[in-house]
């Protein structure tokens, strides 16, 4: 198994029912912050179940959701069917874009699950799809220097402050046997420097910084903001 078939399968990441639901409001008011108006173009790449996409929408023009998982597009395309805002897209979809069409793309918790060249595509596929100032959002991306650890005790303190402790600690026990720790064994998570990132980005065309506070609870991850840089004038001295 790799991690695009973990994500199409059953996957009980979340403890209980009010994890997921603390989880996507939190992240919700997050990525709404950085709509940069109330008009705005905006595709949540590797969106997940997108719990609360409708009130996202709500705060912006037009929501592509895009995930590789085609069960997760199927539920979220039920889901969303009726809502105008709201598109959800496939690979073909994804393409089919044109050039110039968003104003942010949010990559929120993915780029753990994707090497380092699957991001620089997703990286020339953003500078190409953005409006000139446009952003992508790089969310809870997980520094070199992360472990297990830093992640359960960042669970743990979002159990305390969301009153789901105890059903934190039988998630935990759960998770201690479950693929996704067999997958995290095998395959490992993606992780990355704060100065590589940023070294990429520009590589890639960027102007980027990182931001003071990540997407989501755990303030251990890294959230990487970047608008693709603009073109040099050729007539401008070197
Ligand atoms: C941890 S979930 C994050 C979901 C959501 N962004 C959030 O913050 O709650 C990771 C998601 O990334 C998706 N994913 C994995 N690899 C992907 C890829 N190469 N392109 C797009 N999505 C991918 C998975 O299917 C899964 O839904």
Redesign the pocket.
């Known amino acids: 198994m790799d991690?695009?078939e973990?994500?199409?399968g059953p996957h009980p990441?979340y403890v209980n029912a009010r994890h997921r639901a603390l989880?996507?409001d939190l992240?919700a008011r997050d990525i709404a912050r950085l709509f940069p108006s109330r008009q705005a173009v905006a595709l949540?790449?590797?969106?997940?179940?997108?719990d609360t996409a409708a009130t996202l929408a709500q705060a912006c023009g037009k929501l592509y959701l895009?995930?590789?998982?085609s069960t997760?597009r199927e539920r979220l395309r039920a889901r969303h069917s009726g809502d105008p805002k709201i598109v959800v897209l496939d690979e073909a979809g994804l393409e089919a874009l044109p050039e110039g069409a968003l104003d942010l793309i949010?990559?929120?918790?993915?780029l753990?699950?994707?090497s380092e060249t699957?991001l620089e595509s997703?990286l020339d596929y953003a500078h190409e799809r953005l409006k000139p100032g446009g952003k992508i959002a790089l969310?809870?991306v997980v520094p070199a220097n992360a472990n297990a650890v830093s992640d359960t005790l960042a669970l743990l303190d979002f159990a305390v402050k969301g009153g789901f402790l105890a059903a934190a600690l039988v998630g935990l026990a759960r998770t201690a046997f479950s693929d996704y720790r067999k997958l995290r064994d095998q395959l490992g998570l993606t992780r990355y420097e704060e100065g590589r990132m940023l070294e990429l980005l520009r590589e890639r065309g960027f102007v980027a910084e990182r931001a003071p506070h990540n997407?989501?609870h755990n303030q251990t991850r890294m959230l990487f903001l970047a608008t693709p840089a603009p073109a040099r004038d050729p007539a401008a001295p070197a």
Request: with cysteine; aromatic share 20%.
């Open positions: 991690w695009r973990y994500w199409n990441i989880h996507f992240i949540d790449y590797g969106c997940g179940e997108a895009f995930d590789t998982a997760v949010v990559v929120n918790s993915v753990q699950y994707l699957e997703v969310g809870d997407i989501g």
